[in-house]
């Protein structure tokens, strides 16, 4: 099956500081990937869509310039946290569509713990 | 609104025990139905995916409906495993003109217990 990675799988920064996360479709080409986040004991907000080539779509209440991805290829996009702040702390989770299947299929990544101090 | 609501919000199971978890939703226009399981600090795994014109699929142990007219689903676990013991998600998939789009439940989160 299509397998997405990501990396880190946990990270511990300081506030203020920038923090990269990659996602990476190993074994396909997304045209398609998605930034989502997630808070303990809730379901996955999807924060942004990432076309490979173009600029991410934001979701509303999602800050574009806090929140930077490049899709700089079909098998890699990134999401570089700016200034972190203690309450960005979450579990970042990305998905990726494949280009060569039908509309509907999207696979997660494992996912990136950020901790913000 | 698109929404998907599970029920219960947890529950708590005897190993080998069989459960059913419960999905209601409100997505409009329909492109198919998937059942997630996540565990504890990882992304989520596809148990089941179905289509409007699918009312039941199987993946080992687990087994997904789907009545598109209610639209509700079901997932039924079987004789549950301690390794069972996680979040699942229902994710409805709403069509939209650049693709496809996730409504995502808040989850129900199963533990089984020896």
């Known amino acids: 099956g299509a397998v997405v990675s990501q990396h880190p799988s946990w990270v511990i920064c300081k506030s203020g500081t920038s923090v990269k996360i990659e996602c990476r479709s190993l074994d396909f080409q997304a045209t398609t990937m998605f930034w989502y986040r997630q808070f303990p004991k809730q379901s996955l907000m999807l924060m942004a869509t990432s076309n490979e080539g173009s600029k991410a779509t934001y979701e509303q209440g999602v800050e574009k310039d806090k929140f930077l991805i490049n899709h700089a290829s079909l098998t890699l996009s990134t999401l570089t946290v700016t200034s972190a702040h203690p309450e960005d702390s979450s579990f970042y989770i990305c998905?990726?569509?494949?280009?060569?299947?039908?509309?509907?299929?999207?696979?997660f990544g494992p996912g990136t713990r950020l901790t913000v101090t | 609104k698109n929404q998907v609501e599970q029920s219960p919000q947890s529950l708590i199971i005897l190993e080998g025990k069989n459960c059913t978890l419960q999905c209601n939703y409100t997505v409009s226009p329909f492109s198919n139905l998937r059942w997630y399981k996540q565990d504890t600090g990882r992304g989520p795994v596809s148990l089941t995916i179905m289509t409007f014109s699918e009312n039941t699929k199987s993946n080992g142990r687990y087994t997904a409906t789907l009545d598109a007219d209610t639209k509700q689903s079901s997932l039924h676990i079987t004789a549950s495993q301690l390794s069972d013991s996680a979040s699942y998600i229902c994710?409805?998939?709403?069509?939209?003109?650049?693709?496809?789009?996730?409504?995502f439940g808040a989850g129900t989160i199963l533990r089984v217990k020896s």
């Open positions: 998905s990726a569509r494949d280009r060569g299947e039908a509309r509907y299929e999207q696979y």
């Open positions: 994710v409805v998939s709403a069509v939209g003109e650049y693709g496809n789009k996730l409504v």
